[in-house]
C-alpha cells in the first residue's frame, strides 16, 4: 500500500458527501428564500407597473376610438356645411329668381294697366343724382326703337321721360329732377296743376303741386294723372296723390304737395312707352 491510499481513508470520503450534502441544503434553503424575496419584490414592483400599462393601453385605446369617432363627426360636419352652403346658395338663386319673377309680374300688371300705349321693358343700369338733377339710365337705346321724349313709367306710375338716346342705352330725367316740369290733372275733377321736381323736398317723399286755380276742386288724397294739355307727356298716367293743398298768399292760385306712386329709391325695372305725345294725339 502506498502513501496516498493509506492518507485516503473512508471516513474522509463520508466527511466530504456529508459536506456537500449541507451545502446543498444550505443552498436550497437560501435560493428558496431569495426567489421567494426576489418574487415578492418583482410582484411589488412590476404588479403597479402592469396595472399602469393597462390603463394606458386602455386610455391610447379609447382616445383612437375617440379620433376615429372625432374624425367621422368632422367628415360628417363638413358634409354637412358643404350640403347646407349649396341649399342657400340655391335658396338665394330661388329669392332672386323670385324678386325677378315679381318684377316681370309688376311690369306685365303696368303693361295690362297701360294697355292702350305700347310699351317696352328696360332694366336701370346707373343712377346720377345731384342737390339739383336726378337721372337714370337704362339699358335700352336707338336699337331697340327708343327715342328722345318717350315716358318711363314704374310701379304704376309716371317715373320720368327720356331725354338722350344712344344705340343701346338711354338717360331718364326722373319727375324728382330740379328741371322737371309735369302738366298734370286731378283724375276725378279734370283741375290742371303742375308737378315740379325738387329733390330737397322728395327727400321727404314728396314733390312740388302748383298752379291749382284757388276754385279748383283739389283735396288731400286726389288723384294726379297727366294731363292733356302736356307737351310731351302721354295724357292719363298716374303720378300720385295730393297733399296739404292750400290757398298761396297771391289768394289766385293754391299749391301744396304730391307723394309720387313711384318709389324712386328702390327704381330697378321700368317700362318705356314707345309712343311720342305728338304721334298719339
Not at 111 to 116: F, G, I, N, V
Not at 195 to 204: H, S
Amino acid at each position: 500500500m502506498n502513501n496516498n491510499e493509506s492518507k485516503f481513508q473512508p471516513r474522509h470520503l463520508l466527511l466530504i458527501l456529508c459536506i456537500v450534502c449541507v451545502v446543498l441544503i444550505i443552498l436550497s434553503s437560501i435560493s428558496s428564500s431569495v426567489n421567494s424575496a426576489v418574487r415578492g419584490v418583482l410582484n411589488d414592483v412590476l404588479t403597479p407597473m402592469q396595472s399602469g400599462f393597462n390603463k394606458v393601453g386602455s386610455f391610447v385605446s379609447d382616445e383612437a376610438e375617440d379620433l376615429a369617432r372625432l374624425s367621422a363627426i368632422e367628415e360628417d360636419y363638413k358634409a354637412l356645411t358643404d350640403e347646407l352652403a349649396y341649399l342657400r346658395e340655391q335658396n338665394t338663386r330661388y329669392q332672386l329668381q323670385e324678386i325677378e319673377l315679381s318684377k316681370y309680374r309688376d311690369l306685365l300688371g303696368m303693361k295690362e294697366e297701360y294697355e292702350q300705349y305700347p310699351t317696352i321693358g328696360a332694366h336701370v343700369i346707373g343712377e346720377n343724382s345731384s342737390n339739383w338733377n336726378h337721372t337714370v339710365l337704362i339699358d335700352r337705346g336707338a336699337s331697340d326703337g327708343i327715342e328722345v321724349n318717350m315716358n318711363v313709367i314704374a310701379q304704376g306710375g309716371l317715373a320720368g321721360i327720356v331725354t338722350s338716346v344712344t344705340a343701346g342705352s338711354s338717360t331718364v330725367r326722373l319727375i324728382t329732377d330740379h328741371d322737371s316740369q309735369v302738366g298734370a290733372m286731378a283724375l276725378i275733377t279734370q283741375d290742371t296743376c303742375i308737378v315740379r321736381g325738387d329733390l330737397e323736398v322728395y327727400q321727404e317723399g314728396r314733390l312740388i303741386l302748383e298752379k291749382i286755380n284757388k276754385d279748383a276742386k283739389i283735396s288731400d288724397d286726389y288723384k294726379i294723372v297727366t294731363s292733356n294739355k302736356s307737351s310731351i307727356y302721354l295724357p292719363g298716367i298716374l303720378i300720385g296723390y295730393a297733399k296739404d293743398i292750400d290757398i298761396d298768399s297771391n289768394s289766385l292760385t293754391k299749391s301744396g304737395y304730391l307723394v309720387p306712386v313711384v318709389d324712386f329709391s328702390h327704381l330697378d325695372t321700368v317700362l318705356v312707352i314707345t309712343q311720342l305725345k305728338e304721334n298719339g294725339q
